[in-house]
């Protein structure tokens, strides 16, 4: 990056450590599917459609909820640089047109809270190991729902066992009918699985132990073929924090919100001290979904379920440089 392309005066290092923190988001098959184009006066984050999932998102929802996540990110990279960041959500971002563009609103002054969420950035991990059997105190998911509303979501956790088993059937039985379509298992193994050199992808060491039958999570199996230990006399924790994160409404600009209130979620659990996996089945299929709106209760929007508890210590996943991240100023 040049210093004409720098964006609020603040230096290239500054730009570019702010993007590196935002491609720190999570993202299905860690697809990395954002890139920012960095203006004077702006920076816009559009969606990367080389990087779309068409078999297991083929609505681009989750492409959003992760560009939303990665907006979080970089919402707090640069007030920690000094900068008060103003977002707009972009209407049918796609193509040409960016999904946010963020403009200067001011300087910003420190904030401890926001140095513990910058801090949990960079140590956050989706840990798909099984967690210790220690249930999440009420004050922390008191938190954690406060975090999710701070951005204009909503958090149904789970509170009765009848809830927990109808999950646990809707996410065996989504899993079941994705295993069953070639196109989704195609696109699986594309992404995941490679041992080494790639800076996308799900590598074998950020999978969890190789699922068996009896496993009350069903989790996917990002080793496959690889020759993995398994994990003998593995055990789930028995009653892991449960969690639907829902948007109020539908559609492109409520994913991408969402996705900021995924992510203020995971980092806000980070600090926390829990650990936190994605059990995204029931929501991508969608026979399934309408069941698990129903079983649960929830009239709002479902966007993401996750499992949270406290865990041991995960390998990070590659990121791509940011340079790849970058798309070329439009010309004056
Ligand atoms: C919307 C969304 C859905 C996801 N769904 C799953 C899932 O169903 N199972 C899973 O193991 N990981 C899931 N992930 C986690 C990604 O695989 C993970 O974010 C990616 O590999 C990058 O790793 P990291 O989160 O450790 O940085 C999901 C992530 C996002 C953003």
Redesign the pocket.
Known sequence: MDEATTAFGLTTTEIDGALRLAS???????SQPWRFAVLPDRIELHADPERRLPATDPEDR?LR??CG?ALFNLRIALEESGIRPLTTLVPNGSGSSPLAVVRYGGRSRPSAQRTRLLRAARG???N?RPFIDVAVPSGHRAELVRATEAERAWLHVLSTGQERAALRELVNRAHRAQLADPAFLAEFTAWTGHAGGRQDG?PPG?AGPRPEPQDEWV??D?AAGQGRERVVGKDFESQPLLAVLCSFHEGDLAQVQA?QA?QRLLLTATTLGLAA?????PI?VPSVLAELRHALGITLTP??VLRLGFGSA?P??PRRPVADLLLPQPAP
Not at 24 to 30: G, I, K, Q, R
Request: avoid cysteine; hydrophobic fraction near 45%.
């Open positions: 720190l988001a999570p993202s299905v098959h860690n989750e909820l992760a996540a956050r991990r989706t798909r799900v950020s989790l996917r990002f996705g995924l996996s994605f059990l995204s089945q991508e966007q993401a995960v990070a996943t």
